[in-house]
């Protein structure tokens, strides 16, 4: 992001949930590192907001995880460990899955066309290589399944664990040859749910978060592991 970027307009009503959104970006674009310190006068300036709007938003994101608090140092971008990564993707696949199974029994033929719609979308961000797209369109795909899920107790789970995952979005999308394969397996997912596959929905949903597991355990151990040469 571009630090212009930051900037939001000044309405009362939606400002704080712009700061959140601007800050949520920022850090699923990598612009704030986990385990950085962020300082709440210079978001001020950066945001082109007060010091309210910012401290609501800290605090909103420190509930979501994405921030900790740190006694006598301040809010950080949380770091996440190898092994809750791995939790989050096991529970994360059960509830897609379960989502997956539901949408190709109950969901209606509105809600499959903006599935199949937000994976053509996806594919163009992807063909276009536009990170704020793709995290923007990837985003709208799991608010369609969840939608279509019709399980509201399953979303507001899944929407806890997606905004935790914020942290390993890009890491996973960036590592070659993923992009391709993630928008195979959301065709998949769209195709069996399209055909009242609910089987097939629910495999192709855990496949899906499978294999960004792998991607991103794998990356992971990469970062963690000291460079000798």
Same mark, same amino acid.
């Given at each position: 992001?571009?630090e212009?970027?930051?900037?939001v307009?000044?309405? #009362?009503? !939606?400002?704080?949930?712009?700061?959140?959104? +601007?800050?949520?970006?920022?850090?699923?674009?990598?612009?704030?590192?986990?385990g950085?310190?962020?300082?709440?006068?210079e978001?001020?300036?950066?945001?082109?907001?007060?010091?309210?709007?910012?401290?609501? #938003?800290?605090?909103?994101?420190?509930?979501?995880?994405?921030?900790? +608090?740190?006694?006598?140092?301040?809010?950080?971008?949380?770091?996440?460990?190898?092994?809750?990564v791995?939790?989050?993707?096991?529970?994360? #696949?059960?509830l897609?899955?379960?989502?997956?199974?539901?949408?190709?029994?109950?969901? !209606?033929?509105?809600d499959?066309?903006?599935?199949v719609?937000?994976?053509?979308?996806?594919?163009?961000?992807?063909?276009?290589?536009?990170?704020?797209?793709?995290?923007e369109?990837?985003?709208?795909?799991?608010d369609?399944?969840?939608r279509?899920?019709?399980?509201?107790?399953?979303?507001?789970?899944?929407?806890?664990?997606? +905004?935790?995952?914020?942290?390993?979005?890009? !890491?996973?999308?960036?590592?070659?040859?993923?992009?391709k394969?993630?928008?195979r397996?959301?065709?998949?997912?769209?195709?069996?749910?399209?055909?009242?596959?609910?089987?097939e929905?629910?495999? #192709?949903?855990?496949?899906?978060?499978?294999?960004?597991?792998i991607v991103?355990?794998?990356?992971?151990?990469?970062?963690?592991t000291?460079?000798?040469?």
């Amino acid at each position: 992001m571009l630090e212009h970027e930051f900037q939001v307009p000044r309405q #009362a009503a !939606t400002l704080r949930l712009m700061v959140e959104q +601007n800050l949520r970006k920022a850090i699923a674009y990598g612009h704030f590192k986990p385990g950085q310190k962020l300082v709440e006068r210079e978001l001020c300036e950066l945001i082109g907001v007060g010091r309210t709007s910012v401290r609501e #938003a800290l605090r909103q994101l420190e509930a979501e995880g994405l921030i900790t +608090n740190l006694p006598h140092r301040g809010p950080i971008v949380s770091k996440i460990s190898l092994d809750e990564v791995r939790q989050l993707y096991v529970i994360r #696949a059960m509830l897609e899955g379960f989502c997956g199974r539901e949408f190709a029994t109950h969901g !209606t033929p509105e809600d499959i066309a903006k599935l199949v719609q937000a994976v053509d979308a996806f594919e163009a961000a992807a063909d276009a290589a536009d990170q704020e797209k793709l995290i923007e369109t990837k985003t709208h795909f799991y608010d369609c399944l969840m939608r279509g899920g019709q399980n509201i107790y399953v979303t507001q789970m899944l929407t806890s664990l997606h +905004n935790r995952i914020t942290l390993l979005r890009m !890491t996973s999308m960036n590592q070659p040859g993923r992009l391709k394969e993630s928008v195979r397996e959301l065709r998949e997912i769209a195709k069996a749910i399209s055909e009242g596959d609910c089987d097939e929905a629910e495999a #192709a949903c855990k496949r899906h978060i499978e294999n960004a597991a792998i991607v991103a355990e794998a990356r992971m151990k990469e970062l963690e592991t000291p460079d000798h040469s």
